[in-house]
């Protein structure tokens, strides 16, 4: 992947849209990525002014028929620096991008920041994205925030870390997801080997 080029996962992370969605804007050819192999596997790679059109399909332009969609995706494609920019007839329709590239460059910088601060180790926790200098997995991070844990729960629990460091772990996971299959969980089908029952007074 080359400098200014893009995974589907990291234009999600940018953008807000669902991956699923930004697969869909693809597979509907309304963005042409480039492809590039990595050993088996055929790899979709966005620049940055597609970036900025899956912007504002995550501001509202999904809305609007796919043939009209494709204009604007390519008038963004052709002008990269118009602050807006028209398709159809004249000016049937004017879109502004401005915004949507003011947007995209301020998260592209925030993916940046965490991308910097976290690396892989095979010889740490079987090369498992960590935040440099310490053992704590990113992902374990942002799943603890999506299971409700707040930031100052997890600063106290993680005080090697800042308060930036755990609010761009869900970034970092939305951009790199897990690769591969999850971990196995054997005793989440086993019955337990024991059940207890107690009464409250008693505890």
Known sequence: MGPNQYTPSQAAAVTGLSLTAV???????IL???????GKTVRRLLAKDQIVYLQLEAEGLRVLPLRIRRLVAAAVGASPRANTVSVGNGTAL??????????VDAALGRLARITRI???DPEILRGA???KGTRIPVHAVSEM????ASVTE???G???LTREMVELAPVYAKAFPHRGRPPLRPWATQRPVRVSTYRLQDL
């Open 23 to 29: 697969h869909k804007a693809l597979d509907n050819k």
């Open 32 to 38: 042409q990525p480039k492809k590039a192999r990595a």
């Open 94 to 103: 004017q879109v502004a991008v401005k915004p949507a590239r003011q947007r």
């Open 118 to 120: 976290v690396h892989s």
């Open 129 to 131: 994205p960590v935040y």
């Open 145 to 148: 925030m999506a299971a409700g």
């Open 154 to 156: 997890i600063l106290a």
């Open 158 to 160: 993680y005080p090697s």
